[in-house]
């Protein structure tokens, strides 16, 4: 077996016109553990998860400002949502 590394950013705005590039219609809302989260699809082919439930604005709305971007939907709404349950971890992510 081989090793290999995924690449997940955590995004966060500074201003409303962070909002990473999403594809038009392309919104799926994917269930983890039960939960709903919004994901998109990204112009460079990757996805994007934002916010904590299906009644979400649009990726880039002004008012979504935390992202999660991978190579798949379920892992950009899998490492959102463990991300969501610790905090703490979170915010070491995102001022580091």
Known sequence: ????????????????????????DSRVDVSVNGQ?????????GRYVAWWFEPTAPPADSSVTTE????????LAAATLGELWENPATFETLTEA
Request: charged fraction near 25%; avoid cysteine.
């Open 1 to 24: 077996m081989s090793e290999r590394s995924v690449q997940i950013e955590v995004l966060v705005a500074d201003s409303p016109e962070d909002a990473p590039p999403v594809e038009p």
């Open 36 to 44: 709903m989260y919004p994901t998109a699809k990204l112009t460079d």
């Open 67 to 74: 992202w999660v971007a991978a190579p798949t939907r379920y």
